[in-house]
């Protein structure tokens, strides 16, 4: 059986420094405007009377039952056996039904293409061997990338199912 | 190293192949795995096998694609058509553009010396030693930098304390940090970079931040000292008054291996914590428990940065951190702060022909009377240039040649930068872009970036490498700076100083080595071999062999022997008459992650980070400014005004301001590409009494503002 893939955050690591940005963008090259990962930000804030500042790189989850593929009326959007969560850009006809039904606002409406793009783990590196081009990037070694088993058996349990609500 | 053949599994396409090289899209040295196919840059990836940057780099250096590339690039030399600033421009010949300064360059040398010809880059691509070697060459004292605030004074005030420039070694782990002053993740330490701290962090070690505003390193570390901008200095001697009174000290080397103890103990106390907690607005009890975890916990270092050079209290802000380091027995030890032991080449100030400066010309050095430190280290101070152009005092200056430099937005006082910029006889501009500054020029010469030069990267750092940066392309007909001037060099009287082809030069470069460029480039980098406590066998490189908490050389050129506290010269202590009008405290030069100074705005990738500037406020004080986040605000000081977007954030104090730096907008009408807009030095000061008194570093760190809402639509 092909093994889920997955990429885990750890945020409180995230240094907010927009490396995993641009590595996507060389990778991937989305239009201007479009951000297939992105470092988000509340800016500092008071937590339990101490301040706090959390880098949050939002991303597309590859969620186990994606809400997005259940919206999608022209049935562009496929899941391949490993979890990673494609959009046929052939198939698409850019209605964003799909951006109205993703919980994490993380889909991306390509205005050259007139399609929805975000984020597939760098699907394309995965098959040759590679890993996602943001990974190994990142200063703060703070995105994980692996099978789902490896993950969890890294990072435990409960730290994983904090990071993965759609769990 | 491994070569790159092992590489190969991350090509895309038999077609593809793949240059190790170095980055330097800002201060530099990030290894990088340059991909290339048909002859065009298609990927940069991470060099994982870099010591410098352990597989990791930056959006900038991911961005540099789209630098090179960039439609706006300088392809040829431009000569100005029509009257200067009307962007108006011809093109010319390389061998034109070389006449043209050599003529001029002879002609203002023999009618009014060399020293009113000035060359000058800004914080330096890498190309500061062949700049000094041709003005060395030429025979003029005058190189513009920003040296004087900008780790010129971390150099020199080492040199004389303690004879070296001391780096964290992050390789043996130290167990606290005390990052002071330096965002050093998301902007460019020199030496190591962030990677290194964050390793560090990850693996365990204790964090003291000292910082007026809440960063990430603050959300991580153990104690964040908010201290009041401007006062490091009073805050590092308290800490050092609790580390003698509760004798944590290293009592062996300091009985050994400090010069002037009795009188430095004297000195710090006056800096008991009750007084240095009034000063600084860091409660005593915070100063106590950062100095216990500084001084407990072994080994430990200081990671340092530019926002403690950028103040009248310069020089005794570092050499107190130094002494902070010292007397807890951390210099020269595995974990500490360390001397790292340059590889065999050539060393900068060698290159840079220092030597060659015929004496009477050295003295000559436009205010070298004045801020006698910075002279000692061929530096000066910007407003000298300013003035001898403007008002042709102690004599005129009558050519600028800027390498890489763009003064307009990047010094203080641009209304003056400006002023002197259009009034120069003659402005030559070797750039990327046609940048504010450039639109100036007489003549302007395209730069090769970091992609399109053969280099013995970095051979002026302090951290004991030089690493091998590789020519990927060829654009337009840009040429590096090295190669422009070693041609430039040929054509003039210092001819018999400079190299048949830029090649030679590096090879004489890598001399001492033994290595051709080509041997060096296929090894990638060379290390120099480290050895900790070099003390122990031959001293401290000072006059005295110890480490001067007294410093002898401070005294002999004038100046307090013993770091002391000055009040920023414009604060609501120094200024109360100001504070009326201008109420807050404005920091100015807040790091994005996206731009390097005033470079990088034309970049989309880079610019979508960031469209626009922002002001840090409180929350408290933009409700009483009534500013609302993301509203345009005037930002004003007595000497002018400039427009930032507003950002509300409770990581600064209610009394204080963070402003950015260097903002231009290339997309806005040439000639002034909004130039006056956002420009943060259009408030700050230049004037010689506000500036360190010894290295003449210019205070951008402490000045007086007040803010108010811009009404209206966006400018």
Redesign the interface.
């Known amino acids: 059986m092909t093994q889920k893939l997955a990429m885990i955050i750890e945020k409180e690591?995230c240094?907010?420094?927009?490396?995993c940005?641009?590595?996507c963008?060389?990778?991937n090259n989305p239009p201007?405007?479009s951000?297939w990962i992105q470092v988000k930000t509340q800016?500092?804030?008071?937590v339990h009377g101490k301040?706090?500042?959390?880098?949050d790189p939002v991303r597309c989850l590859q969620c186990s039952r994606p809400p997005c593929k259940e919206a999608c009326p022209v049935d562009a959007i496929q899941q391949r056996a490993d979890g990673i969560v494609l959009i046929d850009s052939e198939a698409c006809n850019g209605c964003k039904a799909c951006m109205e039904a993703c919980p994490f606002g993380v889909m991306q409406f390509n205005s050259e293409k007139g399609v929805v793009e975000k984020c597939h783990l760098c699907y394309h590196r995965i098959d040759?061997?590679?890993r996602p081009a943001c990974v190994?990037?990142?200063?703060?070694?703070c995105i994980y990338f692996g099978t789902l088993e490896e993950l969890l058996t890294r990072l435990g349990d409960e730290r994983f199912k904090a990071n993965n609500p759609q769990e | 190293m491994k070569t790159l053949k092992d590489s190969n599994n991350l090509l895309r396409s038999p077609t593809e192949s793949v240059v190790r090289s170095h980055c330097r899209i800002c201060h530099g040295g990030c290894g990088v795995l340059v991909h290339v196919k048909e002859g065009k840059v298609v990927r940069i990836e991470g060099d994982p096998e870099s010591p410098i940057s352990r597989g990791t780099l930056c959006p900038k250096g991911i961005a540099s694609i789209q630098l090179v590339y960039h439609p706006d690039r300088l392809l040829h030399p431009l000569k100005r058509k029509g009257a200067r600033g009307k962007g108006k421009w011809e093109r010319v010949s390389w061998e034109e553009a070389y006449q043209m300064l050599a003529a001029k360059m002879n002609g203002y040398k023999k009618q009014y010396g060399a020293e009113s010809i000035v060359l000058g880059y800004g914080t330096g691509r890498d190309n500061e030693s062949f700049i000094y070697r041709f003005a060395n060459l030429l025979g003029t004292p005058n190189v513009l930098t920003a040296g004087h605030m900008c780790y010129g004074p971390r150099v020199a005030t080492s040199i004389i304390t303690c004879g070296n420039l001391p780096v964290c070694d992050y390789e043996r782990n130290p167990q606290c940090i005390m990052v002071w002053g330096n965002n050093a993740i998301l902007s460019n330490p020199d030496e190591y970079k962030g990677v290194y701290l964050s390793d560090a962090l990850a693996k365990g070690a204790k964090l003291i931040v000292v910082d007026p505003r809440f960063t990430k390193l603050a959300d991580r570390s153990n104690l964040w000292l908010q201290l009041r901008p401007g006062t490091d200095v009073a805050l590092a001697l308290g800490m050092i008054h609790v580390i003698l009174e509760e004798k944590l000290y290293d009592k062996e080397f300091v009985q050994h291996w400090v010069h002037g103890w009795r009188e430095f103990v004297e000195r710090v106390e006056q800096y008991p914590p009750k007084r240095v907690a009034q000063i600084t607005w860091v409660p005593e009890e915070k100063i106590r428990e950062a100095a216990r975890l500084f001084a407990a916990t072994k080994p430990a270092c200081i990671q340092w940065g530019v926002a403690i050079e950028q103040s009248i209290n310069c020089v005794d802000n570092n050499r107190t951190l130094i002494a902070l380091a010292a007397i807890t027995g951390n210099l020269d030890v595995p974990g500490g702060m360390v001397f790292y032991v340059p590889p065999p080449t050539m060393s900068a100030s060698q290159f840079g022909a220092h030597r060659l400066l015929p004496p009477e010309q050295r003295r000559k050095r436009l205010g070298g009377d004045v801020f006698r430190l910075a002279d000692a280290f061929a530096i000066l101070n910007p407003k000298f240039v300013w003035d001898a152009i403007l008002h042709e005092k102690p004599y005129p200056v009558k050519m600028i040649f800027l390498i890489s430099s763009n003064p307009v937005i990047t010094r203080a006082n641009a209304s003056m930068v400006h002023e002197a910029l259009e009034k120069v006889d003659f402005l030559a501009v070797s750039d990327f872009f046609l940048t504010p500054t450039a639109e100036l020029a007489d003549l302007v010469l395209p730069a090769a970036t970091w992609l399109e030069m053969d280099y013995v990267a970095e051979f002026w750092k302090r951290h004991g490498y030089v690493l091998a940066r590789k020519k990927v392309i060829q654009v337009g007909e840009c040429k590096s700076d090295h190669e422009m001037l070693n041609e430039l060099g040929r054509r003039m009287e210092q001819k018999d100083h400079w190299w048949p082809t830029v090649h030679e030069a590096l090879n004489a470069i890598l001399q001492p080595s033994r290595l051709t460029f080509e041997e060096f480039a296929e090894k990638g980098f060379l290390r120099g071999e480290m050895e900790y406590r070099k003390y122990l066998k031959k001293g401290f490189s000072t006059p005295t062999g110890k480490v001067e908490l007294y410093s002898t050389r401070m005294k002999d050129l004038g100046y307090d022997p013993l770091p002391q506290f000055r009040e920023p010269p414009e604060s609501p202590v120094s200024r109360p008459d100001l504070l009326k009008d201008y109420p807050y405290i404005l920091i100015t030069g807040m790091r994005p992650t996206a731009f390097f100074h005033s470079e990088h705005r034309q970049i989309p990738w880079l610019r979508e980070l960031l469209p626009e500037p922002y002001v840090e406020i409180h929350p408290e004080t933009a409700e009483k400014e009534g500013i609302e986040e993301g509203d345009w605000v005037i930002l004003e000081s007595p000497r002018g005004r400039c427009f930032q977007r507003a950002r509300l954030t409770l990581g600064i104090d209610p009394r204080v301001i963070g402003a950015q730096h260097a903002w231009w907008f290339p997309e806005r009408e040439s000639p002034e590409h909004g130039w006056r807009e956002a420009n943060i030095n259009l408030l700050t000061d230049n004037d010689p009494a506000t500036c360190d008194p010894a290295m003449g570093a210019t205070n951008l760190r402490a000045l007086l503002c007040r803010i108010s809402p811009r009404e209206g639509e966006k400018p």
């Open positions: 690591a240094w907010g420094c927009n490396t940005e641009l590595a963008k060389q990778e201007e405007g951000r800016g500092v804030q008071k301040l706090r500042l959390i880098y040759r061997g590679e190994d990037k990142c200063i703060g070694r």
